[in-house]
């Protein structure tokens, strides 16, 4: 059932783009993660929302694990990245007692606390909200759906590596997006190719241009193809800027 459109604490936000992927370990964080940054360079206010209720990464990515949430007259509010309080973060990470600790809970409870995150967060004005979504399509995505749907323009953005285009993890993905009706914004094929942490250099490992055939065939948009770059695993574990940091690597021009 679609959820009644009635004014909340998203109600100024301009664009919701909500980050899927088939399976884990993707790079639909590192993605969620880069895109907020890109889109800090271009003058642009971002929110992330991090649904991957029991694999939240965001907060160490950014560097701000282990921060408190407060309460104020308008609900919780997130946490703010920089001083400039251009990127804001909520997480299920910050409401764990300890980092390490496992959210152990069912459907139910999880889909409160996504609808609670929509509607009890503070967001203030944003340009994009980034909602970072757990792998698969499982109930967390139906309820990220019903819940944010009065709020579009909402938009899915499918993250995919070059294996799991060809066992149909996307398609799958695709059919998710096709059946509760959201606009598939594109694909992002990730690790397509390895950068030499030597020459920089980018070797395709695995084969390459799925994403781009699958996207032409599904005839949704293919945004770029991201290479493994080990500098970019570094700057996401030591909570680094790597777009600011090296723009002279081979995944720049398509995270930026
Ligand atoms: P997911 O959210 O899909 O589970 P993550 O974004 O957490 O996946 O990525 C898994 C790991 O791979 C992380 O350690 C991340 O730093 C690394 N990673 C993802 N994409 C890239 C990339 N293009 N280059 C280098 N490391 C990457």
Redesign the pocket.
């Known amino acids: 059932m679609e959820a009644a459109a009635e004014p909340g604490n998203l109600a100024g936000v301009r664009h919701i783009i909500l980050v899927l ?1 088939g ?11 880069e895109l907020a940054l890109a889109l800090r360079h271009a003058g642009k206010k971002v929110g992330i929302l991090d649904v ?1 209720l029991c ?1 939240p ?1 965001i907060p160490h ?1 950014l560097k701000v694990q282990g921060q408190a949430v407060h309460q104020c007259d308008g609900g919780w509010v997130p946490v703010f990245v920089d001083q400039a309080q251009s990127i804001s973060l909520m997480s299920v990470g910050f409401l764990l007692e300890k980092p390490d600790e496992a959210v152990v809970w069912r459907g139910p409870k999880k889909n409160a606390l996504i609808k609670q995150f929509v509607s009890d967060v503070a967001w203030g004005q944003l340009d994009y909200l980034v909602v ?1 979504t757990p ?1 698969g399509t499982s109930d967390e995505h139906m309820a990220a759906v019903d819940a944010l749907r009065p709020y579009s323009p909402l938009g899915a953005l499918v ?1 995919t590596t070059p294996q799991a285009v060809s066992v149909g993890d996307v398609r799958r993905e695709l059919t998710f997006c096709r059946k509760v009706g959201l606009r598939v914004i594109g694909i992002v094929e ?2 397509s190719g390895f ?1 030499c942490p030597h020459c920089a250099e980018c070797t395709n490992v695995f084969s390459r241009g799925g994403g781009e055939e699958l996207a032409r065939h599904a005839g949704v948009p293919f945004l770029g193809s ?8 570094r700057s ?2 030591e909570g680094r800027d790597f777009i600011q940091e090296f723009p002279s690597s081979p ?1 720049f021009p398509a995270l930026s």
């Open positions: 992927s399976k884990g370990g993707v790079g639909k964080s590192t993605i969620s993660t991957d694999g990464s990515m970072d792998p993250v990730n690790m950068v991201v290479p493994l770059d080990p500098e970019l695993t996401l574990e995944a």
